[in-house]
């Protein structure tokens, strides 16, 4: 695939290395020559010097053939503005980094007038991550489908857990709550289970679920979810607000340390069910007194790394509670995996990866729609999702009656904003988004996960 | 500095020099020459048998940064030479080993010096093998290699950037295996064309075959006594006109191919080329018109000789030696300016001189208005500061290097003609010099010592100077004391892509 990526900062480097490494013809561009060179001496790709939005410069990088352009540059505008250029200039597929609010609630809107394919704010998917960090018991990881409505979570059968034993049909019955399992892992084995599948201790399921209804599950199956019901947050930036906003909206009691006055009042006022406090969030006084050891969840999301390290980590010696830290620009990574942290986040990667991810799907699918691929239980199964458009030979047929492959389940339907786990009464519609779970390589397309007798209708 | 991937990389140019001195062994066959045949045979399994001894053990580190490129690069080189010349030494046929090297060097080089007083009684084997290093040493052994073997990271560009001639080295195309590709599917494509066109004019294959290649890396060597002197007007034309193809940037045809015929016309460096050219011809041509019968004769003759002078390719059709002071002195600072920066040609190139002397323009311009502020600019772009500077440093070693190298060979008591002349032909890699070492004399009355000069001179004035001085620095062969932890901690860095680390001890 030939891919140009505008923008030689941190998302951009890291980006044309992995974009690289996994076979793709990365061209760069950016204004500053000395990173150019930098990136051009390292990796195997080929850079010029110019700006993304000159014409002649888009040209002479080789949009006109290129198949995918990622602008990551500083300035959303300037993103926007590549994008569209590109598009006009050549024909590709084209990603913008926007992280503007105001922009990025006009997502959707920009997406399909301004005919990009992805628009990614780090700040929005580092705070999701958060979100679903402090949500999920630490026992559980997981993926993200549906720009975050659906997920799927690796689950351990423990023993004595109310899985063991049980096939996978009745689970939704027995415990009572709307999920489904897609793939168990037991040993070195991947399966994809029919309904008469028998789980049993020591196995790994992955289960597709909504964020609410597999908090549910968790409850039942007894794996220790805690909770959270409070969370302090230090540091007032584009991240705090939309994890707070995200908490505040479940129920979750939030109070935010800012130092700065004026970002204490605009916080105020976009976020009015949390708690803003001024002061400086390195006070232990101060701490202490807006009750560090009564929360239980603390997130340090400061502007300083180094910072958001000590914070967390004194406030893991206070008392035992889930801490966050966010890290921008340390890269040694080793120390700090070291460190008696919980989970560190890195929204430059995140941001990186959210790419990639898109990137390998369209890679793997030049020609198709499917929207991302991941690939889960150790790089055995890929769970790839589609958008359902008309004519797809699966429209309006129940999932019964549908002729499938062996080894491919239709895990989610998500229609509008509601979520369907599918039995074998549902049926696909156009507009759905679809999530299919398969050991097979190689969909690239809806009508791919039939059998032949039904392919050639 | 990373010894193991500098051995792996030798270990691999032994492999391909095995594979070159097939061919050869293979000429010496169809022509029945079994005693030079054998030789070649022999010394090709000694290179598999070093390659293996190289390559035995896999680099631990696989990093290569700019000095091991360069390492790299001067060293293989050198290896290439001292394994090439083994063939003529063992065959005989050139009975002492510093002139089998010095004409191996002359070959990988494309200089096209020789030491041979007898052309013709050389065996076709050793005849085709001279030729063929001019061909293989044009276009680079390095990004031939690069060219076949599979994809490797970006750091080995530094191999390309240490053996491609010119000031900036760029990719064609996003991979490096691409461009190599390219560069050897044009060069390989513009080959075929010239021996087709040569064969058409009833040339004999054998000579088609080793003065196309010849002219293709620029050369020089020829298969006759009097060079290029005995064949056809025709044939004599194709030659001129391919010379002064093989010396363009290879940019330009890259660009034709893509069909951007304006882009590639447009280069700077390509027209000035072409302007000088046309210039020297015209001047020379009226110098020597009393030489010859009618102006045709006149300017063909010049033509090939201005042609093969500023490609450095080195061919002759007329002893210029006898030629009038001004058409001489013309010639020889054509040797100075070379070819373009891509192509297979030697001397200082011509984007150097044109960088340099706006260069010069500018500097004029800041004493007139001291606070002006100007860059140089080459195809309506403004040239990196960094680039004027190496390349006024690259003019200052230059200098450096042809002075020491003309006082060691001054030592040989031979005119200053010989002694200016053949230092500047060899560093420029063209061929024939003036005086004894004119078109009809050669280079075997020097010494020993001065041998083994004007071969250093040859391999830095290829390599463009800095990857032979790189081995005379001390601090590049410091191994490095702190080692990495193994390959994989590096990978690790990579994977770190993964996001969040739900770090959780």
């Known amino acids: 695939m030939q891919i140009i990526i505008v923008g030689c900062g941190k998302v951009g480097s890291v980006l044309a290395e992995q974009l690289c490494q996994e076979g793709n013809n990365v061209t760069v561009l950016d204004t500053n020559g000395e990173r150019v060179q930098q990136l051009v001496n ?178 039942r199956i007894g794996i220790e979810s805690n909770p959270i019901r409070s969370t302090m947050i230090v540091g007032g930036g584009k991240i705090s607000y939309y994890l707070a906003k995200l908490l505040t909206a479940s129920g979750i009691d939030v109070r935010i340390i800012e130092r700065d006055a004026a970002v204490c009042d605009a916080l105020n006022q976009m976020l009015p069910e949390a ?75 995140i941001t990186a990866e959210y790419i990639i991810r898109y990137a390998r799907a369209f890679g793997n699918s030049i020609g198709s729609n499917v929207e991302t691929m991941h690939r889960i239980a150790g790089g055995r199964v890929e769970a790839l999702e589609f958008i359902i458009r008309e004519n797809a030979p699966v429209v309006g047929i129940p999932l019964m009656s549908l002729n499938l492959k062996d080894d491919i389940l239709v895990a989610c339907i998500q229609r509008g904003k509601k979520l369907i786990m599918p039995r074998g009464n549902d049926a696909m519609q156009v507009g759905d988004t679809v999530v299919v779970v398969t050991t097979r390589s190689g969909l690239r397309d809806i009508r791919d996960i039939l059998g032949k007798s039904r392919a050639g209708q | 500095m990373n010894f193991q991937i500098v051995r792996y990389m030798l270990g691999y140019v032994c492999y391909f020099e095995a594979g070159f001195l097939m061919l050869p062994f293979l000429v010496g066959l169809i022509y029945r020459e079994f005693h030079a045949g054998v030789s070649f045979l022999v010394i090709a399994a000694l290179c598999v048998l070093l390659g293996l001894l190289f390559t035995a053990k896999q680099p631990r580190d696989k990093r290569m940064y700019t000095k091991e490129g360069l390492v790299t690069v001067a060293l293989c080189w050198i290896v290439l030479s001292i394994l090439g010349a083994l063939p003529f030494w063992i065959s005989r046929e050139i009975p002492k080993y510093v002139d089998a090297l010095f004409e191996t060097v002359s070959g990988f080089t494309t200089t096209g010096s020789s030491i041979l007083t007898d052309v013709e009684a050389m065996s076709h084997a050793c005849l085709f093998w001279r030729s063929f290093t001019h061909w293989v040493g044009g276009m680079g052994v390095l990004v031939f290699i690069l060219a076949i073997l599979p994809n490797k990271g970006g750091a080995f560009m530094n191999l390309m950037k240490a053996e491609s001639p010119g000031p900036s080295v760029s990719k064609l ?38 003065l196309t290649m ?16 005995d064949y056809t007007v025709y044939q004599q034309a194709v030659i001129t006109v391919f010379m002064i193809l093989f010396g363009v940037n290879f940019n330009t045809y890259f660009l034709l191919v893509k069909k951007k015929p304006k882009q590639a016309l447009m280069s700077e460096e390509v027209l000035t080329y072409l302007g000088i050219i046309a210039i020297s011809v015209l001047v020379i041509t009226f110098n020597v018109m009393p030489m010859f019968p009618n102006a045709f004769q006149a300017f063909h003759h010049t033509a090939f000789q201005v042609g093969s002078i500023i490609t450095t390719t080195g061919f002759s059709t007329t002893d210029f030696n006898l030629w009038p002071p001004l058409a001489k002195t013309i010639l020889m600072i ?46 309506g772009r ?44 060899t560093l420029n890699n063209i061929g024939p010099g003036l005086e004894v070492v004119g078109p009809t004399g050669n280079f075997s009355s020097f010494s020993a010592l001065s041998k083994l000069v004007l071969c250093f001179d040859m391999l830095a004035g290829r390599l463009e100077l800095f990857p032979l001085l790189m081995l005379f620095v001390p601090s590049a062969w410091t191994r490095s004391t702190a080692r990495p932890l193994s390959g994989k901690s590096i990978k690790g860095i990579v994977k770190k892509v993964g996001g969040r680390g739900n770090h959780v001890q």
């Open chain 2, 173 to 210: 195309v996003p991979r490096l295996r691409d461009t190599a590709l390219y560069l050897y599917g044009i060069y390989m494509g513009m080959t075929a064309i010239e021996l087709v066109l040569l064969l058409l004019g009833g040339m004999p294959l054998f000579d088609a075959l080793a």
């Open chain 2, 334 to 379: 054509l040797v100075f300016v070379g070819a373009c920066a891509g192509s297979t040609g030697g001397g200082i190139k011509v984007s150097r001189i044109v960088i340099m002397i706006k260069g010069i323009r500018k500097e004029i311009k800041m004493l007139l208005h001291p606070r002006s502020v100007d860059k140089v600019r080459m195809d």
């Open chain 1, 42 to 219: 390292e990796f195997d790709i080929m850079g010029y010097i110019g700006s993304g939005i000159s014409f002649d410069t888009l040209i002479e990088a080789g949009v006109k053939k290129a198949d995918m352009l990622i602008a990551v540059t500083p300035s959303d505008e300037l993103n926007l503005m590549c994008c569209l250029i590109a598009k006009k200039a050549g024909n590709c597929q084209t990603i913008a980094r926007v992280r503007n609010p105001e922009y990025s609630k006009e997502t959707d809107f920009l997406i399909r007038e301004l005919g990009l394919a992805l628009i990614i704010n780090p700040e929005l998917a580092a705070a999701n991550e958060i979100f679903r960090d402090l949500r999920l018991p630490s026992a559980v990881s997981a993926e993200v489908f549906a720009q975050g409505k659906v997920e799927i979570f690796k689950v351990p059968v423990r023993e004595g857990s109310p899985l063991c034993d049980i096939a996978v049909q009745d689970i939704a019955g027995r415990l009572n709550c709307d999920i489904l399992v897609c793939v168990v892992e037991r040993g070195e084995e991947v399966t994809i289970p029919n309904g008469t599948f028998v789980l049993k201790e020591k196995d790994n399921v992955y289960i597709v679920g909504g964020p609410m209804n597999s908090k549910d599950f968790f409850r």
């Open chain 2, 382 to 425: 403004p040239v990196e500061h960094e680039v004027v500077r190496s390349v006024n440093v690259y003019l200052a070693i230059y200098i450096l290097l042809f002075v020491v190298s003309l006082l060691i060979v001054t030592l040989d008591e031979k005119d200053l003609v010989t002694n200016f002349t053949s230092v500047a032909v």
């Open chain 1, 275 to 349: 708690t803003i406090i001024h002061g400086d969030g390195t006070d232990k006084a101060l701490l202490a007194e807006e009750g560090l050891d009564r929360v239980d969840s603390f997130a340090a999301l400061t502007g300083m790394d180094e910072e958001n390290i000590f914070l967390s980590l004194y406030a893991k010696t206070q008392t035992n509670i889930k801490t966050v830290a966010k890290i921008n620009r340390i890269a040694f990574d080793e120390v700090i995996g070291n460190m008696d942290l919980d989970t560190v986040v890195y929204p430059k990667n």
């Open chain 2, 214 to 229: 010849g002219t293709a890396g620029t050369g020089g060597f020829a298969v006759k006594n009097s060079g290029v002197a």
